[in-house]
């Protein structure tokens, strides 16, 4: 009897293990048919537009499989795309909320959370959100920038600072540059105090974040300037040259006045005619044409200018010509001709913008040192062409 029962022992085995292997298939069959009603379900509310019973039944299919995580991240950004925010923070705050989600899922909807939340307007939840991601590979760099982003609009620029340690780690120069600009924020404002020492050691900082900011040279040259250091400020207005060739004509004057105050005109006509030869700007030529008159005459002038608007023909430029001219005739009647001229240019000119966004191309009659329109930092600069420099 009992060789019997060790006969049957491994039909029994057998037996079980059939039993058990249906029995798994049997389960993975109900998840599978779970999940296609739950999906079913889903595409039906969306079909008859109740997208949010059509979200709630889609998250719960979720619960079941993970495959379908790229998904909801797809509709979650549509949701985003076409303003319905609440409908995209549902989806990603589920996707954050699930435990067995791979790392990199996870960073994905924290990073999504955050920009949803950015784009809500709801400032402190994105920060916590792109806070907790700054040491990751993927999402750290881009998530610093909107950091810096929200501490741009909350004019925190002490709270963007304490990221200086990361930023120089990344060495990304989009970031050096945005940080540059917040030490120059803080500058103008101890500037505005006339704390002498403050401003230069801001502007340093700023300057080892980013060697080319002409924003950081310019408030070091106006500090100089009014702490009777000429020298310094000279060799700041210098330096903006070279940074920056495009900002340049902007810093003609303040530059000529200091010169002045060193009583080194020629030295400061010399510099210019070089800006002149390199960049053909009509703010140098116009400035250029006071020496040659005062050294040559200003029948020599006349000749410069003449030749120069032949090589690179600009409204500025042709309106200083019809100056010249009034200047230099006596003819009531024509002066009369040509002072209508004049009124046109200038009518002309004032109605055109004298900066544009060299990053997203916004146009303004006023300078600004971060775009209004796309935020970037230095990108306004005065506009080149026929109508421009
Ligand atoms: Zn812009």
Redesign the pocket.
Known sequence: MIELLFLLLPVAMAYGWFMGRNSVKQNQQTAKQDLSIKYSTGLNYLLSNQEDKAIDSLLDALKVEDDSVEAHFAMANLFRKRGELDRALKVHEHLVRLGHLPTKDKQQAVYELGKDFLSAGLYDRAEKMFSKLLKSKTYGLKSLTFLLQIYQSTKDWQQGLTHKKLALKLADKRILHTLANFYCELATSAFEQDKYREVIELLEEALILDPNSCRANWLMAKIYENHQQCHQAAQCYQDIYHQDKEFFPDVIEPMFVCYQKLDAEDEFYKFIKKVYDETASSSALICYLTYVSQQHGDGKAKEFILTALKRRPTIRGFQHFVKMQMKQSDDVVNNTSLDLIKELISEYINIKHRYS?R????NSSTHYWS?P????WE??KPVRGLEGE
């Open positions: 966004c990053s997203c191309g916004f775009c329109s796309c935020h970037e990108q306004l």
